[in-house]
């Protein structure tokens, strides 16, 4: 087996993580969000203040979503430890995840050209700068499925050395829960369901925090584990000969 490998890319979503909150928080200054009620003046003053410091917080997501892909090709890996060659939900996964690369990719574009030049036209730095948090927050259902075709995977593991606990598929599914209510950000622009707001952002971000904490630690477990048992399938054999 490739253990090494696996630990690699299990590293990759912590790492990702961390990048993330370098861009975010230190660079761009992205958190809090710039609120969704402010008009193109402010909106265009935010973003020719802070140009280089968006630039760079840009080039953080960016390789931190691509750090995600990695992240989750283990996942895989580990739920196909579960189910098999009918491997239909690990598949599923790997599917959704892949496209929630692009959620940290296109928005990058959207923040890119809107520092690219801030003042030129504070309308048009308006609307990409709307196009950017909507299209980072809104695509909530694709890390939704993701996240239930983790949970139906952990919870049909009937092994009696399960993968994954039962209750890290049960946290999963809450996870996925409280990810919802992003969907409803193109309704508000005030209030705790704007894209900076309570429900849309604080709370989705530090839940969307812990679940990827929790879920890398299990996939470092469940790497270890699967190592102990390809060296104990090896020693018999190695003894005989």
């Given at each position: 087996?490739?253990?090494?490998?696996?630990?690699?890319?299990?590293?990759?979503?912590?790492?990702?993580?961390?990048?993330?909150?370098?861009?975010?928080?230190?660079?761009?200054?992205?958190?809090?969000?710039?609120?969704?009620?402010?008009?193109?003046?402010?909106?265009?003053?935010?973003?020719?203040?802070?140009?280089?410091?968006?630039?760079?917080?840009?080039?953080?997501?960016?390789?931190?979503?691509?750090?995600?892909?990695?992240?989750?090709?283990?996942?895989?890996?580990?739920?196909?430890?579960?189910?098999?060659?009918?491997?239909?939900?690990?598949?599923?996964?790997?599917?959704?995840?892949?496209?929630?690369?692009?959620?940290?990719?296109?928005?990058?574009?959207?923040?890119?050209?809107?520092?690219?030049?801030?003042?030129?036209?504070?309308?048009?730095?308006?609307?990409?700068?709307?196009?950017?948090?909507?299209?980072?927050?809104?695509?909530?259902?694709?890390?939704?499925?993701?996240?239930?075709?983790?949970?139906?995977?952990?919870?049909?593991?009937?092994?009696?050395?399960?993968?994954?606990?039962r209750w890290v598929g049960w946290f999963n599914l809450w996870a996925q829960i409280i990810f919802l209510p992003g969907v409803l950000i193109p309704f508000f622009k005030h209030g705790v369901l704007a894209w900076n707001g309570l429900l849309a952002f604080w709370i989705p971000v530090a839940v969307f925090t812990a679940w990827m904490i929790v879920l890398s630690v299990m996939l470092f477990r469940a790497i270890k584990d699967e190592e102990r048992q390809y060296q104990?399938?090896?020693?018999?054999?190695?003894?005989?000969?």
């Open positions: 087996m490739n253990a090494t490998n696996q630990r690699i890319c299990a590293w990759a979503g912590p790492v990702a993580a961390v990048i993330w909150l370098i861009g975010l928080l230190l660079l761009a200054r992205f958190i809090p969000p710039i609120p969704p009620s402010l008009g193109p003046a402010e909106v265009a003053a935010r973003y020719a203040n802070n140009t280089v410091g968006i630039r760079a917080g840009m080039v953080c997501v960016l390789v931190g979503g691509a750090l995600y892909g990695a992240w989750t090709a283990v996942i895989t890996v580990q739920l196909k430890r579960i189910e098999g060659r009918s491997s239909v939900m690990a598949y599923t996964q790997l599917a959704l995840g892949a496209a929630f690369v692009l959620v940290f990719v296109v928005p990058v574009v959207f923040w890119q050209a809107a520092a690219f030049r801030p003042l030129d036209n504070i309308e048009i730095t308006q609307r990409l700068n709307d196009l950017a948090w909507m299209g980072f927050l809104i695509p909530v259902p694709v890390i939704t499925v993701q996240g239930l075709a983790i949970t139906l995977a952990i919870l049909s593991d009937k092994s009696s050395s399960p993968v994954f606990p104990a399938g090896r020693e018999p054999a190695a003894e005989s000969g």
